[in-house]
């Protein structure tokens, strides 16, 4: 990730129920929380959050006039398109803004997991595979969640063992009655 999405990414939360960026900029005793909306169906939030901060936060600003400046006096590469006169930096921040970002909790993303192999009967090397990892590997790695075949394996037991003791508890004391069909005469 260059310095300028670093710069970006750093200062808007995105909102999927809104489809908005809010300003995380601390600004007196709290946060800006001034809302980035999509003008367009290409990439408004871009223009919109780089004029925000250059605007609003003089400091983050000026830090982004700079890289601005860094980026434009790089040549551009044969072949490539900047469209309507946009800046390079613009260019990035697209790329960073337009990149999902979730609020999935370390929970969710391990329950989604034995989800997937208890209900959906999904191999353990599902886990180690390139589309899993492209999909899931940078969340799993921010939440320290590990997606080996091993780790997902001891993740699929140990709950299996919290389960098996949640129905313990649950029927003691209890009459249970259990009938096991051993033999079946289909054919």
Known sequence: MSLVSKEA????????????YVCQV??????????????????GYVYNSKRH?????????????ELDKLEKGKKVAPGSKRSHGQSSITDKLKTVIKRATTSITEEELRLSIL??????GVALSYFVGKGFQT????VA?????????HSV?????????????????????KFVFLKFDGVTRLR
């Open 53 to 65: 901060l250059m605007n609003a936060h003089e400091e983050i600003g000026e830090r982004i006039k």
């Open 153 to 173: 394996k001891k993740m699929v037991i140990d709950r299996c063992e919290v389960e098996v003791e949640n129905v313990k508890k649950e029927v003691l004391d």
């Open 135 to 138: 999909l899931n590997g940078e």
């Open 115 to 120: 989800q997937n192999v208890a209900y959906d």
């Open 26 to 43: 601390i600004k007196g005793e709290g946060i800006c929380g001034s809302e980035i909306k999509k003008k367009n169906s290409d990439g």
């Open 9 to 20: 990414s750093t200062h808007f939360k995105f909102d999927a129920g809104n489809q908005i």
């Open 141 to 149: 790695s921010k939440l320290d969640v590990p997606l080996g075949r």
